[in-house]
């Protein structure tokens, strides 16, 4: 299955305020001097925040506590069919996320006029205002434009997922994660645990479905949900999730889990990739590996 040459998808990368913006990232507007500012987001005790970035002054702020704050590492928003549309009093369904408060409430990526600039930031889903970072301090502006993603309905199709026993054959349609040292198909399956939703490496043939905790103790399970019947893709990982990737579950604490595979020598295996971590973990044998480098399933535009 090959990716959709037309479509570039939305994608965060990392990056340095000192660093020229990566190719194709989301403009968002112009400083008071006419200087372009680009979409960013930060991490900032725990929140995920958007930032208004200019290459030209080196600079990358954003706004929390009713402060502006400075940052020198962030992630560009780059590619993807945005635009932006006028804030009408209610979220649009697709309203590009940023990320999430520690509090668990979803930040969307708004841009405002203010004293000769137009500037990204801050809504959250429960209000209806914007907020800037400008002048070292916080502004709440009530007019504003909020970015949307016009292939939200290619990206965010519903997911088939059947619930089956381990030891029963995998459904028809299931999606191949990879294959073990001997060859048996890996699908790619998903398990309740302690109330988190994750990865599961399932191989029917061998009546296996295990999984890690939060602890990376390996655990057996008996049933599982495998993932059927999706136009999806592995890709490689790049150091940020793509907003394409496709969402295993929740962890108890809120956060997205989503779905990995690394190439290694006893085959190839799934699991599972938290929001916050960035890293794929899975089961091997016995034991819970970590690993850095890594493939990440995402939503296909098709063949």
Not at 252 to 257: A, L, N, T
């Amino acid at each position: 299955m090959k990716r959709c040459a037309v479509l570039k998808y939305l994608t965060w990368l990392p990056r340095k305020n000192y660093q020229d913006p990566p190719e194709g990232t989301v403009l968002a507007g112009y400083d008071s001097d006419q200087s372009p500012i680009y979409v960013g987001r930060v991490m900032y005790e725990g929140n995920q925040l958007p930032a208004k970035v200019i290459p030209r002054k080196q600079l990358c702020h954003s706004q929390y506590n009713g402060e502006e704050i400075e940052m020198i590492s962030y992630e560009a928003l780059c590619h993807g069919n945005v635009e932006w549309v006028r804030f009408r009093g209610t979220i649009p369904a697709n309203a590009v996320v940023c990320g999430r408060l520690i509090s668990g409430e979803v930040v969307h990526i708004g841009r405002g006029s203010h004293l000769g600039s137009l500037t990204p930031g801050r809504v959250l889903s429960g209000e209806k205002v914007l907020y800037i970072p400008f002048g070292w301090n916080e502004i709440r502006i009530t007019d504003f434009e909020i970015l949307i993603d016009n292939d939200f309905k290619v990206l965010n199709r519903n997911l088939n997922w059947i619930h089956t026993k381990r030891e029963q054959p995998a459904p028809k349609g299931a999606i191949l994660a990879g294959r073990d040292f001997n060859g048996c198909p890996i699908y790619v399956g998903r398990v309740q645990h302690d109330g988190n939703r994750f990865v599961g490496k399932v191989i029917p043939s061998r009546q296996i479905c295990d999984t890690t905790d939060e602890g990376g103790n390996v655990i057996p399970k008996l049933s599982y949900e495998a993932l059927c019947d999706a136009e999806v893709e592995w890709v490689k990982f790049e150091g940020s999730i793509p907003t394409d990737a496709v969402e295993c579950g929740r962890d108890r604490h809120g956060g997205k889990i989503f779905i990995g595979r690394c190439h290694c020598r006893t085959g190839i295996i799934p699991g599972t990739v938290l929001e916050a971590e960035k890293k794929l973990r899975f089961v091997k044998g016995t034991e819970m590996k970590v690993e850095a480098e890594f493939e990440i399933l995402v939503y296909s535009c098709g063949n």
